[in-house]
């Protein structure tokens, strides 16, 4: 017997795959709270600086590898605040520190969220940046 996914599941599930897989960022607006605050390396921030950062994100990360898409592997919740592992599976052809190298990239992302009334209000993101830049082959052309 299956278990239903919590709310908060859903709300990081639907991020993902509602916004970074497709890059609209129209999902932020009924996800995220408007005093979002933002943790993450590149794009903190508060309230619509931190809604404008995401956007933006989604519209990078889709960018440079429209294909991509996630899988929640694991998932933690206590309280408020839930924990995901998440795996990232797509292709570099689009630009990623120009040219795109078309290569497959598979990397992890961990994201940290506290979910409030099914809306994201503070957000910590660690995404493998270093594996997306080796498998992309940013770090050949840097060497």
């Not at 933690?76 to 309280?79: A, L, Q, T």
């Not at 052809?93 to 520190?97: D, K, L, Q, R, S």
């Not at 409030?116 to 910590?124: A, L, Y």
């Given at each position: 017997m299956g278990t239903s996914a919590s709310?908060?599941?859903i709300v990081m599930s639907r991020i993902f795959d509602g916004g970074f897989a497709t890059g609209d960022g129209a999902i932020v607006d009924e996800l995220c709270s408007p005093d979002l605050?933002?943790?993450q390396f590149g794009l903190a921030g508060t309230g619509?600086?931190?809604i404008e950062h995401v956007k933006a994100a989604m519209r990078d990360v889709?960018?440079?590898v429209p294909d991509i898409a996630f899988t929640i592997d694991d998932e933690?919740?206590?309280?408020d605040t839930i924990w995901v592992r998440v795996r990232a599976q797509g292709t570099a052809?689009?630009?990623?520190?120009d040219p795109p190298s078309r290569r497959p990239l598979d990397f992890t992302v961990v994201d940290v969220a506290r979910v409030?009334?099914?809306?994201?209000?503070?957000?910590?993101g660690v995404p493998d940046r270093f594996a997306m830049l080796a498998q992309s082959g940013v770090l050949e052309r840097l060497g």
């Open positions: 709310p908060a599941s605050v933002k943790h619509q600086q931190a889709h960018t440079a933690v919740e206590d309280g052809t689009g630009p990623f520190f409030v009334d099914g809306r994201i209000v503070e957000h910590w």
